[in-house]
């Protein structure tokens, strides 16, 4: 078909994407027809913007459950350092504790032995010695005090450091649980829509299937209900063979007079040999001259369209199902008899209106 309307039949393939929604829980399947394939739709529409709601849910939650157990994580390492740390420093004042006791078990050994150690210093002159060891004795236990005081200081710090963060902890995994449980109810509900969505997808589908099967009964009722013209001579002429239909013929049915010479059937055989020639309205005697100046052989230069109305193959394999014609599905349409393509044109005008050949100076 010329121009941008060379297409695939809109009217017998709907698009895919309508099929990838979902409705509500307790949607019943419509009658067949447009209304139902326009309210499935609508439903489709409107599920479809719940899921990707849901599913931004379902992804908001695990991010905050991720953060969470990794709050959780970190109170655990810290946890672990200071519990560190304070057997470290246990294990420092144990040791101040010990040199402690060692000195004052030395200074006690030492005064008991030498309980006149006064006056020995002031006769062997080593009162200065004396003096010089009881003050380092005196520096050494004050250093250890202080150093025992600091690290209970120490210690007790590091402890409050300790509560304080199993508390936190304690929060941090009451978070991680509720973010946890929050997860699991968007899981949850996206996995209901995701149900809904197979549901509906079946009810379209088969509103769809039932939408086209009304339309090829009113296609072939169109056919059906079309004046005929008997062709001259059978269809099984070769196609570079013209048969010359008689211009009375045509205006005997008050339509235009088609061209002098048209070529017939195909030569590997005509399907329908005996079909009848449905005469063609004025818009599609238009469209043969405009499209294929009335050559029902012909083939576009890019090989893509093919007889007098220039099909492309996927429209004329609907449009011929459409019309009863099956045996014409896969079969090249320039390579169909002229009563055949005429037949399949004004099935498929009867199914789509002038809309397959858009763009063409026939259009309005």
């Known amino acids: 078909m010329a121009g941008p309307a060379r297409r695939t039949l809109r009217a017998l393939v709907l698009p895919v994407l309508v099929l990838v929604a979902a409705i509500p829980l307790g949607t019943v399947v419509h009658p067949a027809g447009a209304d139902s394939v326009s309210s499935l739709q609508a439903q489709a529409a409107t599920v479809a913007q719940r899921l990707v709601l849901e599913q931004l849910q379902v992804d908001a939650a695990r ?6 157990s990794a709050r959780v994580a970190g109170d655990a390492q810290e946890i672990a350092r200071i519990t560190r740390q304070l057997t470290d420093d246990q294990r420092s004042i144990a040791h101040q504790l010990h040199i402690v006791q060692a000195q004052a078990i030395q200074s006690y050994i030492d005064s008991g032995a030498n309980s006149s150690s006064t006056d020995t ?3 062997s002159g080593g009162s200065a010695q004396a003096q010089e060891a009881s003050e380092y004795a005196s520096l050494a236990v004050g250093d250890i005090t202080t150093q025992m005081a600091q690290l209970h200081t120490a210690q007790r710090a590091l402890q409050s450091q300790q509560a304080a963060l199993l508390a936190r902890q304690a929060q941090d995994r009451a978070d991680q649980a509720r973010q946890a449980a929050d997860l699991d109810q968007a899981a949850a509900a996206a996995a209901a829509l995701g149900s809904e969505q197979a549901s509906l ?29 008997r062709t001259s001579a059978p269809s099984t002429v070769a196609t570079d063979t013209p048969a010359t239909i008689p211009a009375a013929s045509a205006a005997a049915v008050g ?10 059937g195909p030569t590997n055989g005509d399907p329908y040999p005996s079909l009848a020639d449905p005469a063609l309205n004025p818009f ?20 893509l369209y093919m007889g007098a109305f220039q099909f492309s193959q996927p429209t004329w394999n609907s449009a011929a199902s459409a019309a009863g ?19 399949v044109a004004v099935a498929l005008f009867a199914l789509d209106g002038q809309q397959p050949w858009l763009g063409d100076r026939c259009s309005n």
Do not use: H, I, W
């Not at 991010?63 to 969470?68: K, R, W």
């Not at 009810?203 to 090829?216: G, N, S």
């Not at 235009?256 to 048209?262: K, Q, S």
């Not at 599609?284 to 090989?303: I, K």
């Open 121 to 123: 210093a002031l006769f």
């Open 255 to 264: 339509t235009p007079a088609p061209p002098t010479t048209v070529p017939a």
């Open 325 to 343: 014609l099956g045996l014409l599905v896969g079969v090249p349409p320039n390579r169909a008899s002229k009563p055949e393509q005429d037949t």
């Open 284 to 303: 599609l005697t238009c469209v043969v001259q405009a499209e294929s100046g009335g050559d029902y052989s012909v083939v576009s230069p890019n090989g």
């Open 63 to 68: 991010q905050q459950t991720s953060v969470a």
């Open 201 to 229: 997808t079946g009810q379209l589908a088969t509103a769809v299937a039932a939408q086209q099967m009304a339309q090829a009964r009113s296609a072939a009722a169109a056919v059906a209900r079309a004046p005929k013209v």
